[in-house]
């Protein structure tokens, strides 16, 4: 895994994004996106121009490990529904239930060196109501319980000094079990109540790996 230093160079020198923006010219949302570990891909020229400005190298604005960790998840239970009266044309769209089995994976420079095994569960069912197009009542936050036996994850992560990569792996981790959640709630109704609705908006789905970040 590649991640980058950025907020921890901030932090050192007690800058804010506003004022890297403000000197650079770099763009408030591509600090964010680096900082909040959501880019995919930083271009050379930011690079240059961010390690100029915090006095550092590439070696320095860089974190690196063999290590990379990989998301499988099975879902052992889902119970969704999407009911609309035809008449009077009210409905109701949620998740009663989901309980699934999470493997994380992971290898060293392309090996496998361990598997964990992690619970997955909905806290409180989650319902919306509405009338015809208009949402009356509900929510589509989802929050899913995760638990790892025994600590095993976090004395793993502890072993291999993984504390730099928290937020990137936390995001990937985020965006399996968000994936997991809506397809198979999805296919549980044979429709898409769950993908995004020019109405409704996103459905939102919350599930924290059970590692402390530091």
């Known amino acids: 895994m590649i991640t980058n230093k950025l907020s921890v160079l901030m932090a050192e020198r007690n800058l804010k994004a506003t004022r890297i923006a403000s000197d650079t010219g770099i763009a408030r949302s591509t600090l964010t996106g680096l900082t909040s570990e959501n880019s995919k891909m930083i271009q050379f020229e930011t690079i240059n121009t961010l390690c100029q400005y ?42 009663s239930d989901y309980s699934a089995d999470v493997f994380v994976k992971f290898t060293d420079r392309g090996n496998h060196i361990k598997t964990i095994e992690l619970s997955a569960k909905l806290k409180d069912e989650v319902v919306q109501s509405g009338a015809e197009d208009f949402v009356l009542s509900g929510s589509t936050s989802v929050n899913i319980d995760i ?19 928290y937020s990137i792996v936390g995001n990937q981790f985020s965006t399996s079990v968000y994936q997991s959640v809506i397809n198979s709630a999805n296919d549980a109704v044979d429709d ?13 789905v919350s599930a924290v790996l059970p590692i402390l970040p530091f």
């Open 54 to 95: 915090l006095g550092t190298d590439p070696s320095g604005f860089f974190e690196y490990t063999p290590i990379d960790v990989h998301f499988d998840i099975e879902v052992t239970n889902i119970e969704a529904f999407n009911r609309i009266n035809s008449e009077s044309l009210n409905w109701n769209t949620g998740i």
């Open 147 to 165: 638990n790892s036996k025994d600590d095993e994850l976090q004395k793993f992560w502890n072993e291999k000094n993984l504390y730099p990569f």
């Open 192 to 204: 898409d109540p769950f993908a995004k609705h020019p109405t409704f908006g996103d459905w939102k």
